[in-house]
Every structure is written in C-alpha cells, then in structure tokens.
C-alpha cells in the first residue's frame, strides 16, 4: 500500500516538474515549495562579499515565507535543473544588483533551526565584477554591527568569519 502511495506521489511530482517546465515556471509554486521543503533537503547558496572587515547583508522585506523582515547574507534555493555557479549567479544579480566574476566555497551547513526545513547552505566567498552600491536593502557590517535580526546560522557564520578575517589581516 505504502509503495502505491509513494508511485502515486512520485509519478504526480514529475508531472509537476514537467507541466513547470514546459511554461517556463522554474521553481515551484510556494505552497508546494513549502510542502516539499518539508519532506526533502534542499540546498541553498549563500554569497559573502567582503569590503574592508565587512560582510554584505541584505533585508529581505514580509513577502518572503519565512525570516520575513531580517537581514541575511545573500542567498536563495538552487532551483531544480540550475546549476549551483548559476544559481550564484543568479543571487548575485537579483540580490546584490552585480554579475560575479568567481566563487570559492567557504564551507556548508546544515540549518537545524530553520522554521520549515532542514536545508543545506553553500557559503561562498563571492567576488563581484563592479563596486556594490549600499542602500537600505543592502549593507556591509562589522562584525560589532550585525543586526539584531538575522537568522541564527547566518549569525554565527558571519561572526565566525569576520572574526577569522579580522585576524588574518591585522
């Protein structure tokens, strides 16, 4: 009976993935995103740009499903046939408003308190082909600066790494 269900549920999700594939849709509507966060790891990026012993944070405003109203490093899902240097690709033009020029992989995490999930972050050191302009969507922080609201593991990542940083180039 369970392996009917899961046949049945299997074969439904490949018509999903097609039918969005076939409009152009390449990401999954939110509330089957959310329904399928639930059962499945997913995997993010995360960009760290650096300026002067400073990382880059972003808002993310209420139309977001979960952190709504926080800073974060820069970041999204990797979508279904997107490969992880596109899917920073895309972060970096969407989020930050530049095109990168290259990645290096700083580490990986796994978010255990995430509200919906328990994906997988990629954070890379990120390294932009233009200056990165601030504004009230996008800062750099010290590491005595960081925001109060800014989710948990991204906390710790950006402490731990400007603190490493700030010791390397003293």
Request: glycine share 4%.
């Amino acid at each position: 009976m369970l392996d009917l269900a899961v046949k049945t549920v299997a074969m439904g999700l490949e018509a999903l993935a097609n039918y969005c594939k076939k409009i152009r849709l390449y990401f999954f509507p939110e509330p089957i995103f959310l329904a399928l966060h639930k059962l499945v790891r997913m995997t993010s990026v995360e960009l760290v740009f650096i300026e002067d012993t400073k990382i880059l944070l972003c808002f993310r405003g209420s139309k977001t499903p979960y952190y709504k109203n926080m800073w974060n490093i820069p970041g999204a899902y990797v979508r279904w046939n997107e490969s992880i240097l596109d899917a920073a690709k895309r972060v970096a033009r969407e989020e930050v408003g530049i095109e990168l020029e290259s990645v290096r992989l700083l580490g990986v995490r796994e978010w255990m308190d995430h509200p919906v999930g328990r994906p997988i972050s990629m954070f890379y050191m990120a390294f932009a082909t233009g200056e990165i302009e601030e504004n009230t969507k996008r800062r750099f922080f010290s590491a005595n600066e960081l925001p109060k609201n800014l989710p948990p593991l991204q906390r710790e990542f950006a402490e731990n790494f400007l603190m490493a940083e700030s010791r390397l180039f003293k």
